[in-house]
């Protein structure tokens, strides 16, 4: 995961290099390519939040598996989309949607973790998830 995740950045820091003289539509202005950025960073820092989760109670590694499925749909769906930028091509529709439905699994699984004993690490996951949904939506209004 940290490697795939390492190349969406190298992706994204070569996008934003060459931005300026290509099509600045689909590039997004600067406010649009740091939120992109954020998500990125917020990517790599929610995985290691949920690998910090205690998964010793059964019922949470398994809300933990799911929490990661989630993650690993949003970065999937993220380099679709950088790939497509990087090459000029229309940014895959559906990839949004992925982004959205990928944040949304991860939410809803850390949401059905009971165990007490695990309470710090999942808020810590929480509120890092929370953070990528907030720059997804920012992406979503300055990426015109
Ligand atoms: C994710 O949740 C938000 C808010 O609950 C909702 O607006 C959005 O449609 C959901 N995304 C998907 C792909 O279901």
């Known amino acids: 995961m940290a490697r795939i995740l390492s190349v969406f950045l190298a992706l994204f820091l070569a996008f ?16 649009c390519n740091i939120d992109r950025f954020k ?9 290691s939040a949920l690998k910090k989760i205690d998964t010793t109670n059964p019922d949470t590694a398994t809300a933990v598996a799911a ?4 993650l690993t749909t949003v970065g999937d769906a993220i380099k679709d989309i950088a790939l497509a930028l990087v090459t000029g091509k229309a940014a895959p529709t559906d990839a949004r949607t ?4 990928g944040l949304n699994d991860t939410r809803s699984a850390l949401e059905g973790i009971t165990d007490a004993t695990v309470t710090a690490s999942v808020a810590s996951a929480q509120t890092l998830v929370q953070g990528l ?11 015109k």
């Not at 998500?39 to 995985?47: A, D, K, S």
């Open 16 to 31: 934003a290099a060459v931005a300026a003289p290509v099509e600045t539509r689909q590039l997004g202005n600067l406010q």
């Open 67 to 70: 929490a990661q499925t989630g």
């Open 39 to 47: 998500i990125v960073t917020g990517l790599v820092e929610t995985g």
């Open 133 to 143: 949904i907030d720059d997804g939506n920012g992406v979503i209004a300055d990426c």
């Open 98 to 101: 992925q982004v959205s439905q």
